[in-house]
């Protein structure tokens, strides 16, 4: 892998980390999901640097090396939105690609509600939206539960993933991370990230103009299919790509690469990425 930068901003007396790759005009601000981290970007962020773009990617305010408040009300997904705006203007960046994995997609579309003059385009993998809702309940309900009445043993299990070294793979060192968390951490996030907004309304989303891609697959209880094909039929200027498996992108990555690095240069050239066929129908 290339090299890259570490750094970090406060964001209302809260330290956030993250990381860049390459240099260049064409950004692309790139965010985990839920409890996850910037490791899990890591090889995706590398692919694209190569290829010219400068690529970022942030730890959000209660994950990986950003600090960890355990109040709920630090970590609704609108409020994530913010922080990414603040990240703009702490790198001079007027105007960027947003987009990220899961909670990060959904963060992505509340930065372009929030702020669109600054979002040139979106890059949305595996969105949870109103088809998410009852199967997404029943994993991450359960887990807050866990995370807030059974502390000790959460506690216990969290210790013990702290020892484990860090492994080549940045994907499965996200994971390990995620359990490595204080449970006061985690339950504070799931308690925050369920109480709020999940996503805009479908009025604010029919209102996003930037281009977006949005990748998705079949089989996915938490980020069913449907609601890709929903929010593609929402936004004005959308396009989808279908991934082979909820992985391909971190284990098999280079078709899916293509696609997000074409629609980055598609989008920064002016050139409307909607109007592209999508490269996971041209693999059928």
């Known amino acids: 892998m290339s090299t890259y930068r570490t750094s970090s901003f406060t ?10 790759y390459g240099s260049g005009d064409n950004v692309l601000v790139y965010m985990h999901g839920l409890l996850l981290d ?5 090889g995706i962020a590398d692919a694209l640097a190569e290829r010219g773009n400068r690529v970022v990617l942030l730890d959000l305010l209660g994950h990986g090396r950003s600090d960890r408040p355990t ?8 409020s994530y939105a913010s922080q990414v705006v603040a990240l703009l ?20 579309l509340f930065t372009a509600v929030l702020e669109p003059e600054r ?14 809702v009852p199967s997404a309940a029943m994993v991450f309900v359960p887990l807050l539960l866990a995370a807030h009445y059974g502390r000790p043993a959460m506690g216990f299990l969290a210790d013990a993933l702290r020892r484990i070294p860090k492994t080549p793979w940045g994907p499965l060192n996200a994971l390990l991370h995620a359990g490595a968390l204080p449970p006061e951490v985690s339950s504070a996030i799931l ?5 709020g907004p999940v996503a805009p309304t479908v009025e604010q989303r029919s209102a996003i103009v930037a281009p977006t891609l949005v990748l998705a697959h079949s ?9 890709a094909v929903n ?24 078709r899916l690469t293509d696609c997000v690095a074409s629609f980055l240069e598609d989008t920064y050239s002016g050139k409307d990425p909607a109007e592209e066929p999508a490269a996971g129908d041209r693999a059928k």
């Open 219 to 227: 089989n996915d209880l938490i980020h069913p299919f449907n609601d």
């Open 89 to 108: 203007d702490h790198l001079g960046v007027e105007r960027a690609v947003i987009g990220g994995l899961s909670l990060g997609a959904n963060v992505g």
């Open 119 to 132: 979002v040139e385009g979106l890059i949305l993998e595996m969105p949870v939206l109103e088809w998410a």
């Open 11 to 20: 964001y209302q007396g809260h330290r956030l980390v993250y990381d860049e």
């Open 191 to 195: 308690h925050g990230v369920l109480v």
């Open 231 to 254: 929010l593609v039929g929402q936004l004005p200027n959308a396009r989808l790509e279908r991934a082979r498996s909820p992985l391909e992108l971190r284990l098999r990555p280079e």
């Open 71 to 78: 109040h709920a009300s630090e970590y609704r997904i609108d």
């Open 38 to 42: 910037a490791e899990l970007n890591r």
